[in-house]
């Protein structure tokens, strides 16, 4: 079955305190990308990748990182997660075209 | 920039009837696509349709159809006959074409449509 798999799916953690959700995909798609989900504000992209090694930053990458060592795996990580990053999170890849998204089923994060 | 606007944060249809939820968008590349998800209560994002910019016919899937008008920048998700299964958080979105970069998917705010039987 096709599917954008994301762990853990719920999380609570402490200000400071090192996370890494992570995020795979079996489609064999080259494009990878991070949102976020905060009410009224719909999904803003954190950051993307469009190969291996290849990543950019999305719209709200301040407090992130990312790396694609791999096709597959796309994992995000939180260095010092402050209050502000508790959100939903989602994890998406597409192929070329037409390029609609596969979501993960989210990852509900609460940074205390 | 891109920019996709949702102006109704909220809408109640009776069941059976037709919705048409509003998005408007903003672009200067001539090349993209446009998108709108069902988030349902559980969260999981689920596609609906797509409506390439240079499809000279508006998109249909079974009960949903775009309502695309180019020269207004508007693509608007009829939804026909609606079911309490519709009851959701529907998003409307775009990527731009390979010129502008054609990397970055943005969506807006969303609109919850509650179904009454």
């Known amino acids: 079955e096709a599917q954008v798999t994301q762990n853990p799916r719920y999380l609570i953690t402490v200000t400071g305190k090192k996370l890494t959700v992570t995020c795979s995909q079996n489609?064999?798609?080259?494009?990878m990308s991070w949102y976020r989900q905060d009410p009224g504000l719909g999904l803003r992209q954190i950051y993307y990748?469009?190969?291996?090694?290849?990543?950019d930053k999305g719209d709200v990458p301040e407090g992130y990182k990312v790396s694609r060592k791999e096709k597959r795996n796309f994992p995000l990580i939180l260095e010092s997660p402050s209050p502000n990053q508790t959100s939903l999170y989602f994890c998406?890849?597409?192929?070329?075209?037409?390029?609609?998204?596969?979501f993960g089923e989210g990852s509900r994060l609460t940074v205390l | 920039a891109q920019k996709i606007t949702q102006t109704q944060p909220g809408m109640f249809v009776q069941e059976k009837e037709a919705v048409t939820l509003d998005c408007t968008y903003d672009?200067?590349?001539?090349?993209?696509?446009l998108f709108w998800y069902k988030q349902p209560s559980s969260g999981e994002m689920i596609f609906l349709i797509y409506?390439?910019?240079?499809?000279?016919q508006n998109a249909t899937e079974g009960r949903y159809s775009l309502n695309f008008q180019k020269a207004r920048k508007s693509a608007n998700l009829v939804i026909s006959a609606s079911q309490l299964g519709d009851s959701a958080m529907y998003f409307c979105?775009?990527?731009?074409?390979?010129?502008?970069?054609?990397?970055?998917?943005?969506f807006g705010a969303g609109t919850r449509l509650f179904v009454k039987a």
């Open positions: 672009t200067s590349d001539p090349s993209y696509g």
């Open positions: 979105a775009m990527r731009e074409g390979p010129r502008a970069g054609g990397f970055k998917t943005i």
């Open positions: 990748s469009m190969n291996v090694e290849v990543t």
């Open positions: 998406a890849s597409r192929d070329t075209a037409p390029g609609e998204l596969f």
């Open positions: 489609m064999n798609h080259e494009y």
């Open positions: 409506q390439g910019s240079y499809d000279q």
